[in-house]
């Protein structure tokens, strides 16, 4: 609809927004990466950790680790004019992992973050999104300190398959944290080409 002034009064097209899931165990680093990245001040829902608290998340290999996240992590990120980017920070601890199947529903793919000083911790999530059918991408959170891995002892100690991209990232860092999320974008893309929906043939149900 055109106004009586000449302006236009049709809605603009709203923007297509993506969701991203950020995983892995606690102390990983998904608090710290949602933040680096988003370009709004992130949503977080952290708790102080407290001596209550000391056994059902033990820190062992983390003990500078202060706060948790209870709920979730929220960020945002503006790709272009048609499409928004919309970052959930999954929490580690293994009594929230209840909230994991309502964040991820509707998610296009994930971010597994690895922490090598705890790499067991990642097994959860990886076996999540594997179960589910969700793409991902295991990203080596590279503390200061912890040993270096390379990408294939990552991948053999997690069990990934070859299919599954492992890079490095740092999760302080804006620039390596959106590359992570365009490792996982290409991913994705890369495995619907070769795996194209399948088109039902008439005679058979859909």
């Known amino acids: 609809m055109v106004c009586a002034s000449g302006c236009d009064s049709r809605p603009a097209t709203l923007p297509a927004t993506l969701k991203i899931l950020v995983a892995g165990g606690f102390g990983a680093g998904k608090t710290t990466f949602v933040g680096a990245v988003s370009e709004i001040d992130p949503l977080c829902t952290e708790e102080l950790l407290s001596g209550l608290s000391e056994g059902a998340d033990p820190v062992d290999g983390v003990e500078t680790k202060k706060t948790t996240t209870v709920a979730l992590d929220f960020g945002r990120i503006t790709l272009d004019e048609r499409h928004v980017l919309y970052l959930f920070g999954t929490p580690g601890q293994e009594r929230f992992w209840f909230l994991w199947e309502e964040l991820c529903a509707g998610a296009l793919g994930a971010v597994v973050l690895a922490d090598t000083r705890r790499l067991a911790d990642c097994f959860p999530a990886v076996d999540f999104f594997e179960r589910r059918g969700i793409g991902f991408v295991v990203a080596v ?9 390379t990408a294939e ?3 053999a100690a997690v069990g990934l398959g070859p299919r599954v991209p492992v890079v490095r990232c740092d999760a302080r860092l804006t620039s ?3 590359g992570a999320l ?5 991913h994705l893309l890369t495995t619907r080409s070769a795996h194209p929906a399948k088109t039902s043939d008439p005679g058979e149900p859909p």
């Open 182 to 186: 365009a490792a996982l974008v290409h």
């Open 153 to 155: 002892e990552v991948r």
């Open 176 to 178: 390596s944290g959106t």
């Open 141 to 149: 959170n590279e503390f200061d300190g912890a040993h270096r891995y």
